[in-house]
């Protein structure tokens, strides 16, 4: 752990009066450290701000506590190349000698960094330059003691936004997709389609279907025309930056115009079956009903005949026994 002689804070000096609180506060954790110099500010290696003076200067602060186990994270948006300058402060209850501070790009130890105390605060501070993709990721700085505390910067290119929902439109119809990237302006746009696993480059150029609108550099637009249901699919918009690539997936759904008609054409099949059934069921009963007055009819037919033959058996008698008495 390197210590330079002069103390610092995360932004530059400290008032006196509040140096004067921090060395009361810490009162015997500081006893036996040496006093505390005017404060400077950290400086940033010469041939980094020589080499690339042009660039501009990212800074950017973390701040843990001692007693917590939760690592801190910040995600940094970075389009360009540009000078970086991380701070990692903590406060020490005990004295600060007794902290190990270390600099890491993932799991690759990292030198040339600087620590410096201002009486309990103890601050950790890595400058380097960004110039290409390879040096896009997480840095973390590590405090070890009782509890190893972490804090980690995570770069990376700016997101692209494209429509989340799937895109719906019809065969014959013509669509437009678009992408944006919000306070960005991507060096190229690329559009690819894909309808499997594969991701195909579309040229306008080759081809009348397609036209894309570059008006605003930080968005893209596609044009699609004459659908057809092979147009369906996964498109993929592609940005291009100096320090990375990034890309957005939009879904593209192309219906036939019979789509819509299949629930109605369902509710007709369906409504067709129920009048064929009452139909069937309502002939089945006349049918029913039909035979059974048949049948009844039949009945009466024969229970007339019967009564019939039943009155001429019946008057025979009587008529034979009026003449036999007549006699």
Known sequence: MR????????????????????????????????????LTSLPIRGEMM???????????????TEHS???VEKNITLERPSNIELTCQITISRGVNSVNVTWKKGDELLENYLTNATGCILYAQYMFTIINSKQMGSYSCFFGGEKEQRG??????????????????YVGDSTVLMCKCQHCSPLHWTWYHSNGSVQVPIDVQMSEKYAINRTNANETRLK???????????????????????????????????????PFLGIVVEVAILVAVILLCETYTQKKKKHIDDGKEFEQVEQLKSDDTNGVENNAPRHRKNESVSQ
């Open 3 to 38: 210590a330079p002689s002069g103390l610092l804070g995360p932004r530059g000096p400290l008032p006196l009066a509040l140096l004067c609180l921090l060395a009361a506060a810490c009162g015997s954790l500081a006893e036996g450290q040496p006093s505390a110099s005017p």
């Open 50 to 64: 020589t080499k690339y003076s042009n660039l501009s200067l990212e800074s950017h602060n973390i701040s843990l």
């Open 69 to 71: 186990n939760v690592p």
């Open 152 to 169: 980690t910067f995570n770069f990376k290119v700016p997101e692209i936004h494209g429509k989340n929902k799937p895109l719906i439109t």
């Open 224 to 262: 699609i025309m004459q659908l057809t249901e092979d147009n369906q699919g996964s498109y993929w918009c592609h940005a291009v930056f100096q320090l990375g690539e990034s890309e957005e997936r939009v879904q593209l759904v192309v219906l036939s115009y019979l789509v819509p008609l299949k």
